[in-house]
């Protein structure tokens, strides 16, 4: 049976792992089985410009270039379906307006954080970014 102070170093351990993941430089989200995005840290929301709300389930492919994002859509639903790997290149959309050309390895950083019948939540990090004429 846990005590309260076992809730309280809980507590602390998963506001330093929060801290840890929000300050982080790398852009990291999570995702569902199912490929739903659920949680984008804070560096990724501010790359961006937008809130949890605007990037939640779907919406975070109105932030990828319209020639990239049907290709990636595509790809991501077929890599979470079948386990397979693959490496995306799109461009995202940054606050400042301008397209910066990301590098999406999933397969290295999909990552099961907690068994879930065998599967997810998922772990993902934007890599790279450049620019690219």
Not at 26 to 44: M, R, S, V
Request: glycine share 6%; net charge negative; aromatic share 12%.
């Amino acid at each position: 049976m846990a005590t309260n102070g076992d809730c309280a170093v809980r507590r602390d351990q998963t506001s330093d792992f929060q801290l840890l993941i929000n300050s982080t430089p790398i852009l990291i989200d999570t995702a569902k089985p199912d490929g739903y995005l659920e949680f984008f840290n804070q560096t990724c929301l501010s790359f961006v410009g937008q809130s949890l709300e605007d990037l939640a389930g779907w919406k975070w492919t109105a932030f990828i270039h319209t020639e990239d994002v049907e290709g990636i859509a595509e790809l991501w639903c077929a890599s979470f379906a079948s386990g397979e790997p693959f490496l995306c290149e799109a461009r995202v959309l940054r606050a400042d307006g301008e397209y910066r050309w990301m590098v999406r390895p999933i397969a290295a950083t999909l990552l099961p954080l907690i068994p879930r019948r065998g599967r997810g939540p998922f772990l993902s990090t934007n890599r790279t970014c450049w620019n690219q004429a």
